[in-house]
């Protein structure tokens, strides 16, 4: 084995990772764990031997991006996501438009969760109607009620 070869470090590669798929240091998910107390933001698991997943919203890479120049060797792209304005600038069309995706990726985490909890989102398109109506569903059956209604999707 070679003597400049760097040991591997499970936190630097975890950071790597975090801010690579989400634009956020290990030092700011932990911030957003403690936060949270500890746990999902959900059900409150807190974590075992496996980590919590970071919940970030879809929508952000897919919002319309605008890109112009502003001068010789000057780029902006600019989008607009939850009512906010972002703008990311470079010396190239593609430095402009990777800058602002690299800010939409840290504006876009929501929180972190547990699998399970991340997962039922996902399974639900991040549709608050749906998960609405999935808990009325679930109310609805730990009453007692058991008869199936005429209109059975779920809509009056």
């Known amino acids: 084995m070679s003597k400049n070869r760097k040991k591997y470090s499970p936190k630097k590669a975890r950071d790597k990772r975090l801010r690579s798929s989400h634009g956020i240091s290990l030092g700011e998910y932990e911030h957003i ?3 949270q107390g500890g746990g999902c933001w959900i059900c409150g698991r ?6 919590l997943h ?3 919203d879809h929508r952000a890479r897919k919002s319309k991006r605008h890109t112009w120049k502003r001068g ?3 780029w902006r792209s600019a989008t607009e996501y939850n009512g906010r304005r972002y703008v990311g600038k470079g010396k190239t069309k593609g430095k402009a438009v990777k800058s602002l995706l690299k800010k939409l990726k840290r504006a876009s ?7 399970p909890c991340n997962r039922g989102i996902r399974v639900f398109w991040d549709c608050p109607k749906s998960l ?3 808990a009325k569903y679930l109310a609805r ?16």
């Open 132 to 134: 609405s109506r999935a």
């Open 54 to 56: 970071v919940d970030h």
């Open 72 to 74: 010789p060797h000057r």
């Open 46 to 51: 807190k974590k075992k031997s496996v980590s």
């Open 141 to 156: 059956f730990s009453m007692g009620v058991t008869d199936v209604p005429e209109n059975s999707n779920g809509t009056e």
């Open 109 to 115: 985490v929501r929180g972190i969760l547990c699998f």
């Open 33 to 35: 764990l403690r936060l």
